[in-house]
């Protein structure tokens, strides 16, 4: 697979574009519905990196459609069911073929609902430095990308525009932005997602060590559960076989991309480097093995 055949920007003129976001493009269908497409693009330290990974897009859609499913008996969602060839001009379906969703339109919250098992990432600096993470005091003593021995946290954060990084915000910050009701209910969803997924994945070689949730609200304030769910773009995944606490372990996310980008001469500003092609094969394989592995 080859640049050629990656899918970085959709251009689909039979519907309104609304927005372009670091992976995602979004078109109106109507005034209650979206067409949601995958693109192959990846993003790093939330920059959008120049080169895209053909058939991410595709894999992506295809875990988050398997997780959608698996948990919606937690809580529902934004999809609708509708094909999304059936929504735009025949010579555009290629463009959503196996990459899209028509979703509801919902009001999304103004955080990122991240879920953390192990202590790791932005987490592990915050501890090191505070004993705690998001404010959430923990034991003295933990290792890197140790299990929390009280169980998951919710540790939220802001939902930073592309360009600018999100950062972790205490839960009383969140309770001013949507009430200590809404909040108790996003926090207890978020947990009882990533406690069944991450169970689930157990069983399967996979260690999920956190994860980030969006959801959304419509006119009657009902909960869903939106965005993507559980992908190698918004979690932290380990194969369990070289889990070992004290030290970052090997991943099947794109942990492995931020790892050759922190060793290049970069300020984490666009542009970001080319990925060279053996960054990109690895990926891809890594992509491929956790879909294999959670989904079948």
């Known amino acids: 697979m080859t640049q050629s055949t990656a899918l970085f920007e959709t251009s689909i003129k039979s519907l309104p574009f609304l927005h372009r976001g670091k992976v995602r493009d979004i078109y109106a269908v109507d005034d209650d519905k979206l067409l949601i497409i995958q693109t192959d693009r990846l993003s ?22 398997f997780w959608f499913k698996k948990l919606a008996h937690i809580l529902p ?17 290629e463009q959503v073929e196996g990459r899209a969703f028509v979703i509801r339109r919902l009001k999304p919250l103004p ?31 933990l290792k890197l990308a140790e299990k929390l021995p009280g169980g ?57 060590a956190d994860t980030k949730f969006e959801f959304g609200l419509d006119d009657a ?24 606490a004290g030290q970052n372990p090997p991943s099947f996310d794109k942990q492995f991309v931020r790892d050759w980008l922190e060793k290049q001469d970069w300020n984490k500003k666009a542009p970001a480097p080319e990925l060279p092609e053996e960054i990109l094969r690895v990926t891809m394989e890594k992509y491929r093995e956790v879909l294999r592995l959670l989904a079948g």
């Open 44 to 65: 790093a330290f939330d920059v959008i990196l120049p080169t895209a990974v053909p058939g991410k897009g595709k894999l992506l859609t295809a875990l988050s459609d």
């Open 77 to 93: 969602n934004h999809l609708t069911g509708i094909l999304p060839e059936s929504v735009v001009a025949e010579d555009e379906r």
């Open 111 to 141: 955080i990122e609902a991240i879920v953390r098992g192990y202590v790791v990432g932005s987490g592990w600096k915050d501890y090191q430095q505070t004993g705690a993470i998001c404010g959430v005091q923990l034991p003295a003593g």
């Open 152 to 208: 998951s946290i919710f540790t939220p954060s802001t939902k930073a525009a592309a360009g600018s990084h999100d950062e972790n915000i205490a839960l009383a910050e969140v309770e001013k932005q949507l009430g200590k009701s809404l909040t108790a209910k996003v926090s207890e969803k978020a947990i009882r997602l990533y406690t069944e997924a991450a169970d689930y994945a157990a069983q399967r070689g996979i260690i999920i």
């Open 221 to 244: 304030g009902e909960l869903y559960l939106i965005d993507e769910v559980l992908t190698p773009d918004s979690s932290r995944f380990w194969p369990a076989d070289q889990y070992r």
